[in-house]
């Protein structure tokens, strides 16, 4: 069984950076696209990043410009680097994976806890 394990949580000042990741536990698994989802108190859970197999990314308005989604498949490994950070950016954080093979099979993270906060 896959497990994706997240790590790079925490507390950051405003205008502050940050990098998450999170990695597969297996070699065996081959990441097809992946993203990044956010969910912030009170509000509904949303799409921050996502990228595809051919390199291709796709970035929420709100992140656009401060956030880079990136991937390394040799370690079975994705990112999320975080810049400029607002408050706003307050949330736990999640990400998601898809087989390669089969789209209907997909992983999520457990959920890192990002504070932005002066």
């Known amino acids: 069984q896959v497990e994706i394990v997240e790590s790079g949580g925490g507390l950051v000042q405003p205008g502050g950076s940050l990098e998450l990741s999170c990695a597969a536990t297996?070699?065996?698994?081959?990441?097809?696209?992946v993203a990044w989802y956010r969910q912030a108190p009170g509000k509904q859970r949303e799409l921050v990043a996502a990228?595809?197999?051919?390199?291709?990314?796709n970035y929420a308005d709100p992140v656009k410009g401060r956030f880079t989604i990136s991937r390394d498949n040799a370690k079975n490994t994705m990112y999320l680097q975080m810049s400029s950070l607002k408050a706003e950016d307050t949330a736990v954080y999640y990400c998601?994976?898809?087989?390669?093979?089969?789209?209907?099979?997909?992983?999520w993270g457990r959920g890192l806890q990002v504070t932005v906060s002066s």
């Open positions: 990228l595809n197999n051919a390199g291709s990314t």
């Open positions: 998601h994976v898809l087989d390669y093979r089969d789209s209907s099979i997909s992983y």
């Open positions: 297996t070699t065996r698994f081959r990441f097809g696209p």
